[in-house]
């Protein structure tokens, strides 16, 4: 009879033992399971569409870097690590592949620096201009 209670006691702890590993392991599993759906899943979606941008780009398309330098591409070799882009009229740079973090559309341009560049200048004339009279005022009443 001693041996058939061991017995029966030994299957009741097994049991319980196993139940216990069950419920160790359940939530860590419910973490990872959270972890993959919500950060891994996304982020290999985001990698598998900056690849497919990537070997979309042509000559002649504007991109942006992740330094924000925005370029026309020039020449892309596909098996090539680095595009020739240019970032200003005759000049042209070499930038890695995988700094370029978006594909402008071809309407897409950002305003002429000349343009923005005469009409600060223009302001700042104005403001020179008055500095002068003020100036020549102050002058006039001196003497």
């Not at 000049?91 to 890695?96: A, D, E, F, G, T």
Request: charge should be positive; glycine fraction near 6%; proline fraction near 3%.
């Amino acid at each position: 009879m001693f041996f058939n209670q061991a017995y029966a006691e030994d299957t009741v702890t097994a049991v319980a033992a196993k139940a216990g590993v069950l419920t160790q392991f359940l939530p860590l599993a419910a973490i990872l399971l959270i972890f993959y759906f919500l950060l891994i899943r996304p982020q290999q979606r985001r990698a598998r569409e900056h690849q497919s941008m990537l070997k979309a780009i042509k000559k002649g398309d504007k991109v942006v870097t992740s330094g924000g330098i925005v370029a026309v591409v020039y020449k892309n070799v596909e098996t090539d690590p680095f595009i020739l882009a240019e970032i200003a009229e005759g000049v042209r740079v070499k930038i890695k592949r995988e700094t370029i973090t978006e594909l402008l559309s071809a309407d897409t341009s950002p305003a002429p620096i000349e343009q923005e560049a005469s009409a600060k200048d223009g302001a700042t004339e104005g403001k020179k201009s008055k500095g002068n009279v003020k100036g020549n005022k102050k002058q006039n009443i001196a003497k």
